[in-house]
C-alpha cells in the first residue's frame, strides 16, 4: 500500500535537493557536499515512508528505512558543523554515533520484543561515545565532543527507562533518538556559525524547531488527542533548514566573491585595488596626524629564468614563499601586497622612519639572497627595492609610488652593475658564458 500524501513531501524535498545542490556545486567544499548527501538521505526518508503503510515485512523495512535515514540525516548535518572532523578520533565518534543510532533504530522496529537487545544497544549508545572520548583525552580534547558524550549518556538512561514501558514506549524512544540528534545539531551550529546572517538565524532556528517536533508531538499525543496537527506543520521545519542552508552558501560564496574580487588567488595578498584603497587610508591618517609613510615597492630578480628553468608550478610556489616571508617581517598593521607578476609592495605606517623603511626593505631583500628549496628545487634569487617616504619624497598616492618604482629601477640598475657576470637565479652558469 503506497501512502499518496507523502508523495507532496517527497517532491519538494527532492527540489529543494536539487536547488542545493545546484548552489553547492558552484561553491564546492566538505561542509556542502556533507550538507547535501543529509537532504538526499532525507528525500530517502520521505520515500521510503511512502512504502512504510504496506503490509508485512516490507512495510516494515520500508519504515526502518525512513527513520534511519532520518537519524543518519541528522548526524550527518551535525558532523558538518565539527570544526575538528578531521581527526581520527572525530571519525571514530561519528561512526560510533551512526552504528548505535542505527542499530537501535533498527531493532526498535524489527524486533520490539527483544528486550535484552534493546537495553544492550542502549547502554552502548552512552557507553562508546565516553570510552572514545576518554581514549582520545590525552592528545585531544573540545567543549564540543563533551557536550556530546553528555548528550548521549542522557540519552541512554532516558531509553533504559521509558523503551520498556506499554504501549508508547518504543515510540517515546525513537522520538527521543531523533530528539537527540537534531539537538546536537542545533548545538554544534550554533557553535560553528555565530555570526549575525539571515542563513545562520533562519537554520538554527530551523535546527530547534526540528528537534522540537519530537518532544511537542509526543506530549500532544499524550495530553492533547483531540487536537489534530497535519504533517505538513511537523514537516516545516525540514523546509526553514533547507532555506538556511541555501542562504548560508549564497553568503559564503557571496563573501569569498569580495574576497578574490580584493585579493591576490595564488598568494591571498590584497592585490593592486586593496593595496590602492589602503595606501590611501594610510596617507588620510598621515596627514590627519601629521606623521610619515613609507611605500617600498619590491621586484624580484630572474623571476622569468625560475620559470624558464624549472617550471611555473616552482614559480607559484616561490611567489607564495615570498609573500609568506615578506608577511612574517612586518608588523599587523603595515600592509604587503602583490600587485603585479613578480612586484610586491609594502605599506609601513607610523611610527615609521626613513632608517627604518630602509631597514625592512634590505632585511627583505637579504632573505631573498638566500637559497629557498621548493618541491625538492633549490633557487636563489634577489631583488630590487625602491623606498619612497610621505610627506618627504611625495604627497599624494601616485607621486609616491612613481618616487618609489624610479627608486626601485635605480637599485635594479646598480645590482645589475654590481652582480655582472655572475650566475643567475642561483643557477649554475654554463662554462661557454664564463
Request: glycine share 6%.
Amino acid at each position: 500500500m503506497i501512502d499518496w500524501s507523502i508523495l507532496p513531501d517527497l517532491v519538494a524535498v527532492a527540489l529543494l535537493t536539487l536547488a542545493f545542490g545546484s548552489v553547492a556545486r558552484r561553491g564546492h567544499t566538505p561542509v556542502s557536499r556533507l550538507w547535501l548527501t543529509g537532504w538526499v538521505m532525507i528525500a530517502l526518508h520521505f520515500a521510503a515512508y511512502m512504502f512504510a503503510g504496506a503490509p508485512g515485512t516490507w512495510g516494515t523495512v520500508a519504515a526502518t528505512l525512513g527513520m534511519d535515514a532520518l537519524a543518519c540525516a541528522g548526524m550527518l548535518f551535525m558532523w558538518a558543523c565539527v570544526p575538528y572532523r578531521g581527526r581520527a578520533s572525530s571519525r571514530g565518534m561519528l561512526t560510533v554515533l551512526l552504528g548505535t543510532n542505527t542499530l537501535y533504530i533498527t531493532l526498535l522496529n524489527m524486533a520490539p520484543h527483544a528486550m535484552w537487545a534493546l537495553i544492550g544497544v542502549a547502554i552502548l549508545i552512552g557507553l562508546l561515545p565516553l570510552t572514545l572520548a576518554l581514549l582520545s583525552l590525552r592528545r585531544f580534547t573540545h567543549p564540543l565532543r563533551w557536550t556530546l558524550v553528555i548528550l548521549y549518556m542522557a540519552l541512554a538512561v532516558f531509553l533504559l527507562v521509558v523503551q520498556q514501558r506499554v504501549p508508547h514506549g518504543p515510540d517515546w524512544a525513537f522520538d527521543a533518538v531523533i530528539f537527540t540528534v537534531y539537538f546536537g545539531c542545533c548545538i554544534h551550529f550554533w557553535y560553528a556559525y555565530r555570526r549575525s546572517t539571515a542563513g545562520s538565524f533562519i537554520t538554527l532556528a530551523g535546527f530547534a524547531c526540528w528537534a522540537a517536533v519530537f518532544v511537542v508531538a509526543p506530549l500532544m499525543d499524550a495530553y492533547l488527542p483531540h487536537v489534530h496537527v497535519e504533517n505538513e506543520m511537523w514537516n516545516l521545519p525540514k523546509y526553514v533548514v533547507a532555506v538556511g542552508m541555501i542562504l548560508l552558501l549564497l553568503e559564503d560564496q557571496i563573501e569569498h566573491n569580495k574576497y578574490l574580487a580584493l585579493h591576490d588567488e595564488l598568494t591571498g595578498l590584497p592585490n593592486r585595488r586593496l593595496f590602492q584603497d589602503r595606501m590611501d587610508k594610510a596617507l588620510d591618517r598621515a596627514r590627519r596626524n601629521r606623521t610619515r609613510t613609507a611605500l617600498l615597492l619590491i621586484d624580484l630578480d630572474h623571476f622569468k629564468h625560475v620559470n624558464d628553468t624549472v617550471g611555473h608550478h616552482i614559480g607559484d610556489l616561490l611567489l607564495r614563499r615570498v609573500g609568506t616571508l615578506f608577511v612574517a617581517r612586518v608588523r599587523r598593521s603595515d600592509t604587503v601586497a602583490r600587485t603585479g607578476g613578480d612586484e610586491f609592495a609594502v605599506i609601513l605606517e607610523e611610527p615609521i622612519t626613513r632608517e627604518d623603511a630602509e631597514r625592512v626593505g634590505d632585511t627583505l631583500v637579504q632573505r631573498l639572497r638566500e637559497p629557498i628549496e621548493l618541491d625538492h628545487h633549490v633557487v636563489t634569487i634577489g631583488a630590487s627595492v625602491g623606498i619612497a617616504m610621505f610627506p618627504e619624497d611625495a604627497d599624494t598616492a601616485e607621486k609616491l609610488r612613481i618616487a618609489a618604482d624610479q627608486n626601485m629601477y635605480a637599485d635594479k640598475n646598480t645590482s645589475r652593475e654590481s652582480n655582472n657576470g655572475q650566475a643567475a637565479a642561483g643557477f649554475p652558469q654554463d662554462p661557454a658564458d664564463a
